[in-house]
């Protein structure tokens, strides 16, 4: 790991003018490719305290050997020289785009005698007019069916068309007028060459000329009672309508543009491109990249551009690109795509009308590529069993880790305190096994404590779980913090928050150990972790923690952690097992605290529900009236029997107050007797509704 002192430039080295920087590595590859309005400016700011730096920076400046630049005149240049470094040298720091699958082109070969359409995939070549991309290539062919009734272009490969030249008979299509036959001279080059752009033309959008000449040819056709070449006039106009109904209308205006949105995680993101045309979708493809440095939305879209127009002149660049974020700043990036256009190319985010809910539609489908694409991953079984064996070299484990445990814990300044633990079994998630646990063992905020405290909650009831099947029978003299085996930890003695229950109603026992513990943090949180196995006399669980700075691999008594490679399936499977607890953790802590703070005196009272409480308070109009209501009284409400109604005034009684409420900035009394006008779940007044340490009372 290299010092970025040992190779900063010195002072006055660097240029304050437009650039572009690479930093290398101690084997000279290039790591990271960048660009700068001010080169002086943007380098500081890599070469300050390395604990400043985001730990996707730190990592890179501390693998890097090197810097260079290189002076440019705009920024302009400069953006179109980061382009090129990054397609040649694939620095690994930087954003790279990966198409989810090879899409299909419509293609005419422009660059040839006789230009022929036909689908094409991969590189773009010069010359050839390209149109989609398409999802699937039978679409392509489809339209194109369609189409050659109305432009009879060249289809067949070069060896079929010189074939044809040598016998001097067309193929198939030459016979049923779905080709024009120039490969026997029934059309010249030059007409078939104008044939060729017609095609182009219709399929660029500019659909409506060549409608209105079949029509008014058709109509010709029939006022000289040439009936049957207006019937094929007519089902040449049947054919492009239907070619044209293939895309739906969804920008009135016949805008030509592209709208690009974003979807992403701390992780990874997915792209998606619609390419409207005379507004119309004419296309669509979609990317994903891992997000391997800091970065914002703006900068995955000036990335996504770059990618998307870096190799495209003229008309390939719409007048329009719309997206989610502008990049910072917005003006060399649209300088640049004027550039390649060769006119204006106006590059915004859409505010309101057919264009915003059109980028709604493309969002939709970016986040369903980013779901579709975690879920390929996780289902691979192939990538599941290289995830686990790398995860057993990286951590030294005898065998793969099938079932894997992670746990987290979850507050909001040290209130509601709550842990998560996530099961995984063969890498895929184990959902009915998930547990919540509530932190009671103390009150503030300690996560190395709340850890010791659920990982020895968790293995208790595994170990009182094997010793009532007889396989262990050592719990009884296990010392825990003090505590004999045999008497619960506090908060355990009221179960696992959503654990399943057995016949009997009891909650299910923690019967299967994992093979590994996974903890959300850093050393502190895996020392806890084998502390409180430690103390249970387990030695047979391997621990390790997931930190979330540079996600690296802690280990019991060890001083450096393990670094598994950012391209690792290991590595990726333990960040989504640590996500999946964080995610687990956090929904429960919420959902904790809102109920707190919705918690009323009627919330003590056991078995009431919310019909009967929003019922009661129906009937008294407040809680205060309620409290001082008989046992006959509310009895009276609907649903309320005799039992119920001494439990509802015996917890009343309880959470009295000892004296009037008292607003402390007037010192009036506050009356609690005004109705109900909150639409609360409990139905109780504003002053009531709160928890009784809640109420500004004064003694």
Same mark, same amino acid.
Not at 17 to 26: A, I, K, L, Q
Not at 49 to 61: E, Q, Y
Not at 222 to 249: C, I
Not at 449 to 461: K, N
């Given at each position: 790991?290299?010092?970025?002192?040992?190779?900063?430039?010195?002072?006055?080295?660097?240029?304050?003018?437009?650039?572009?920087?690479?930093?290398?590595?101690?084997?000279?590859?290039?790591?990271?490719?960048?660009?700068?309005?001010?080169?002086?400016?943007?380098?500081?700011?890599?070469?300050?305290?390395?604990?400043?730096?985001?730990?996707?920076?730190?990592?890179?400046?501390?693998?890097?050997?090197?810097?260079?630049?290189?002076?440019?005149?705009?920024?302009?240049?400069?953006?179109?020289?980061?382009?090129?470094?990054?397609?040649?040298?694939?620095?690994?720091?930087?954003?790279?785009?990966?198409?989810?699958?090879?899409?299909?082109?419509?293609?005419?070969?422009?660059?040839?005698?006789?230009?022929?359409?036909?689908?094409?995939?991969?590189?773009?070549?010069?010359?050839?007019?390209?149109?989609?991309?398409?999802?699937?290539?039978?679409?392509?062919?489809?339209?194109?069916?369609?189409?050659?009734?109305?432009?009879?272009?060249?289809?067949?490969?070069?060896?079929?068309?010189?074939?044809?030249?040598?016998?001097?008979?067309?193929?198939?299509?030459?016979?049923?007028?779905?080709?024009?036959?120039?490969?026997?001279?029934?059309?010249?080059?030059?007409?078939?060459?104008?044939?060729?752009?017609?095609?182009?033309?219709?399929?660029?959008?500019?659909?409506?000329?060549?409608?209105?000449?079949?029509?008014?040819?058709?109509?010709?056709?029939?006022?000289?009672?040439?009936?049957?070449?207006?019937?094929?006039?007519?089902?040449?106009?049947?054919?492009?309508?239907?070619?044209?109904?293939?895309?739906?209308?969804?920008?009135?205006?016949?805008?030509?543009?592209?709208? *690009? #949105?974003? $979807?992403? +995680?701390?992780?990874? =993101?997915?792209?998606? !491109?619609?390419?409207?045309?005379?507004?119309?979708?004419? %296309?669509?493809?979609?990317?994903?990249?891992?997000?391997?440095?800091?970065?914002?939305?703006?900068?995955?879209?000036?990335?996504?551009?770059?990618?998307?127009?870096?190799?495209?002149?003229?008309?390939?660049?719409?007048?329009?690109?719309?997206?989610?974020?502008?990049?910072?700043?917005?003006?060399?990036?649209?300088?640049?795509?004027?550039?390649?256009?060769?006119?204006?190319?106006?590059?915004?985010?859409?505010?309101?009308?057919?264009?915003?809910?059109?980028?709604?539609?493309?969002?939709?489908?970016?986040?369903?590529?980013?779901?579709?694409?975690?879920?390929?991953?996780?289902?691979?079984?192939?990538?599941?069993?290289?995830?686990?064996?790398? *995860? #057993?070299? $990286?951590? +030294?484990?005898?065998? =793969?880790?099938?079932? !894997?445990?992670?746990?987290?814990?979850?507050?909001?300044? %040290?209130?509601?305190?709550?842990?998560?633990?996530?099961?995984?079994?063969?890498?895929?998630?184990?959902?009915?096994?998930?547990?919540?646990?509530?932190?009671?063992?103390?009150?503030?905020?300690?996560?190395?404590?709340?850890?010791?405290?659920?990982?020895?909650?968790?293995?208790?009831?595994?170990?009182?779980?094997?010793?009532?099947?007889?396989?262990?029978?050592?719990?009884?003299?296990?010392?825990?913090?003090?505590?004999?085996?045999?008497?619960?930890?506090?908060?355990?003695?009221?179960?696992?928050?959503?654990?399943?229950?057995?016949?009997?109603?009891?909650?299910?026992?923690?019967?299967?150990?994992?093979?590994?513990?996974?903890?959300?943090?850093?050393?502190?949180?895996?020392?806890?972790?084998?502390?409180?196995?430690?103390?249970?006399?387990?030695?047979?669980?391997?621990?390790? %923690?997931?930190?979330?700075?540079?996600?690296?691999?802690?280990?019991?008594?060890?001083?450096?952690?393990?670094?598994?490679?950012?391209?690792?399936?290991?590595?990726?499977?333990?960040?989504?097992?640590?996500?999946?607890?964080?995610?687990?953790?956090?929904?429960?802590?919420?959902?904790?605290?809102?109920?707190?703070?919705?918690?009323?005196?009627?919330?003590?009272?056991?078995?009431?529900?919310?019909?009967?409480?929003?019922?009661?308070?129906?009937?008294?109009?407040?809680?205060?009236?309620?409290?001082?209501?008989?046992?006959?009284?509310?009895?009276?409400?609907?649903?309320?029997?005799?039992?119920?109604?001494?439990?509802?005034?015996?917890?009343?009684?309880?959470?009295?107050?000892?004296?009037?409420?008292?607003?402390?900035?007037?010192?009036?009394?506050?009356?609690?007797?005004?109705?109900?006008?909150?639409?609360?779940?409990?139905?109780?007044?504003?002053?009531?509704?709160?928890?009784?340490?809640?109420?500004?009372?004064?003694?």
């Amino acid at each position: 790991m290299a010092d970025p002192s040992s190779y900063r430039p010195r002072p006055g080295e660097i240029p304050d003018s437009p650039g572009v920087y690479r930093f290398r590595d101690e084997h000279r590859r290039v790591i990271y490719v960048g660009k700068a309005k001010s080169l002086r400016q943007r380098l500081a700011n890599y070469f300050q305290d390395l604990t400043n730096l985001h730990p996707r920076t730190r990592s890179m400046v501390t693998t890097a050997a090197s810097v260079e630049w290189t002076v440019v005149s705009t920024e302009v240049e400069a953006l179109q020289l980061e382009y090129s470094w990054i397609k040649e040298y694939d620095p690994r720091f930087n954003v790279k785009y990966r198409d989810d699958k090879s899409y299909p082109y419509l293609a005419v070969t422009m660059n040839e005698e006789f230009p022929r359409v036909q689908v094409m995939r991969g590189h773009k070549k010069k010359g050839v007019r390209y149109f989609g991309p398409y999802a699937h290539a039978w679409a392509i062919r489809d339209t194109v069916d369609l189409l050659l009734r109305v432009f009879p272009v060249r289809t067949c490969s070069a060896g079929v068309f010189k074939n044809a030249e040598r016998t001097g008979r067309p193929c198939l299509l030459g016979y049923i007028g779905k080709c024009s036959a120039p490969c026997v001279g029934r059309i010249s080059p030059e007409d078939h060459y104008e044939l060729a752009e017609e095609f182009c033309d219709f399929m660029a959008g500019r659909t409506g000329t060549y409608l209105r000449r079949l029509e008014r040819q058709m109509a010709e056709a029939s006022d000289e009672m040439e009936y049957e070449r207006a019937a094929r006039l007519r089902d040449d106009v049947g054919a492009l309508k239907k070619a044209m109904e293939k895309n739906a209308v969804v920008l009135a205006d016949a805008t030509d543009a592209d709208l *690009i #949105a974003v $979807a992403e +995680d701390e992780l990874e =993101a997915a792209v998606q !491109i619609f390419h409207v045309r005379g507004g119309r979708v004419r %296309g669509q493809r979609g990317w994903v990249t891992d997000k391997v440095e800091e970065i914002t939305t703006g900068a995955l879209v000036e990335h996504a551009l770059q990618q998307l127009y870096g190799e495209e002149t003229g008309d390939s660049v719409p007048k329009e690109v719309l997206v989610p974020a502008l990049p910072d700043p917005v003006e060399p990036v649209q300088e640049w795509l004027t550039v390649r256009r060769g006119a204006n190319v106006s590059l915004r985010i859409p505010q309101r009308g057919d264009k915003k809910a059109l980028m709604e539609t493309v969002q939709r489908n970016a986040q369903q590529a980013l779901v579709l694409h975690k879920t390929k991953r996780a289902s691979d079984l192939t990538t599941r069993s290289r995830a686990l064996e790398e *995860i #057993a070299d $990286a951590l +030294d484990l005898d065998s =793969a880790p099938l079932r !894997i445990e992670c746990y987290d814990i979850s507050h909001l300044q %040290g209130d509601d305190v709550v842990a998560s633990m996530v099961v995984f079994e063969d890498g895929l998630q184990r959902k009915n096994e998930y547990r919540r646990f509530q932190i009671k063992g103390f009150a503030g905020q300690d996560d190395v404590r709340s850890m010791h405290e659920v990982i020895t909650r968790r293995f208790r009831r595994y170990l009182a779980e094997k010793e009532k099947s007889g396989e262990w029978a050592g719990a009884e003299d296990t010392p825990v913090d003090g505590t004999p085996a045999g008497v619960p930890l506090p908060g355990e003695e009221d179960g696992i928050i959503g654990a399943p229950k057995d016949d009997d109603g009891r909650p299910r026992k923690f019967a299967y150990p994992p093979q590994l513990v996974v903890v959300d943090g850093g050393r502190p949180q895996v020392a806890a972790a084998r502390r409180a196995l430690d103390e249970l006399g387990i030695d047979d669980i391997a621990v390790c %923690g997931l930190a979330k700075r540079l996600e690296e691999v802690w280990v019991p008594g060890e001083e450096d952690p393990v670094v598994l490679p950012r391209s690792s399936e290991g590595l990726y499977l333990l960040q989504r097992v640590r996500d999946e607890a964080h995610r687990f953790a956090i929904t429960y802590q919420r959902a904790k605290r809102a109920k707190r703070l919705r918690s009323g005196p009627l919330d003590e009272v056991p078995g009431l529900g919310e019909t009967r409480k929003q019922a009661l308070i129906k009937h008294f109009g407040s809680v205060k009236r309620l409290r001082a209501a008989t046992i006959e009284q509310i009895q009276e409400v609907p649903g309320i029997g005799r039992k119920t109604a001494e439990t509802i005034a015996l917890a009343l009684a309880r959470s009295a107050p000892a004296a009037p409420a008292v607003n402390t900035a007037t010192g009036e009394i506050i009356d609690e007797e005004e109705p109900d006008t909150t639409g609360g779940s409990s139905g109780e007044s504003v002053s009531a509704g709160l928890p009784d340490d809640r109420r500004g009372q004064e003694t």
